[in-house]
């Protein structure tokens, strides 16, 4: 891992946690960039003589390699295809987001490091774990019109947390990353902070609402932005780090790529945060 050098106006307490977090999102970037893992960008079939000129007709504006696989009932091949094409633009996506959202909290403009981070903790999140979890999540991505693949409950969302943290023996606190993350009446919650990041006023939630002669995040001094920082540092690690497993056994799940790939990986992750004393 390269030394960062300039850390801007991040105090020093905090750098060892923001290296950790841009590890993680580095190691979820190398998904898309080592070509190690090439097979999560690059899918190949091999299809019976008989639909050799069928395929010359192929093309991606008018006659798409889907409906040509959904045509001719190559169903399995077609769900591969969507889950790995679907699983790389929310890595990408992903990446994008959260190294922005480091970027900008070295920086101390913190309500827009906290506005990139609700994407990816409350929407991509989400529809990771669904394809972990539903067996029938690309058909229905696939087939159902009107699926909203990230409308969820609560029950719902923490039934996916736990059943996600089993592929990891337990190695998280389900509850602490349901409140950390989903949790509308916990006022720390990813919801509720990337929410006044967003807005300047919020009502809705009496626990969150705007104080009178005040605006969300506009009024800030140092004592606040410090806390900001620490909430970002406390938080960040456990849920990223979460993230992190979750996209990389999606990833071991649907490429060729050898299990003890993503077992040095991890034990990368879990050494890092040790030597850093990330919790």
Partial sequence: MKKRINY????????????????????VE???????????????ITFPDEFMEALQDIDDEQNHIFDFLEKHKFNDELT????????????????YSIQESLLCSLKMRLTVSFTLLRKPFLEILIVLMRMLN?????????????FDPIKTTPEQKRRLIANTNKFFFEKYNCEDLFECIFDKDE???????????????????????TEKQNLNFIF?????????????????????????????????KCTPVEQKVFTLRMQKRDRLRRLNNVC
Avoid: G
Avoid at 12 to 26: A, P, S
Avoid at 136 to 146: H, T, V
């Fill in 220 to 252: 800030s001094d140092y004592q606040n932005t410090d806390s900001q920082w620490e909430y970002i540092y406390f938080t960040l690690p456990m849920i990223l780090n979460f993230l992190t497993d979750l996209i990389d056994l999606l990833v071991l």
């Fill in 30 to 44: 190398d998904l898309l960039l080592n070509k190690v893992f090439k097979d999560l960008n690059t899918q190949t």
């Fill in 187 to 209: 006022i720390e919650s990813i919801f509720n902070i990337t929410n006044n990041a967003i807005h300047l006023f919020t009502d809705r939630n009496p626990k969150n609402k």
């Fill in 8 to 27: 801007y106006y991040l105090p020093q307490e905090y750098w060892k946690k923001h290296d950790y977090c841009e590890f993680l999102i580095n190691q």
């Fill in 134 to 146: 539903e067996t029938d999540f690309i058909e229905k991505f696939n087939y159902q019109d009107n």
């Fill in 80 to 95: 591969h295809i969507v889950r790995c094409h679907l699983l790389s633009a929310l890595i990408r996506e992903t990446c």
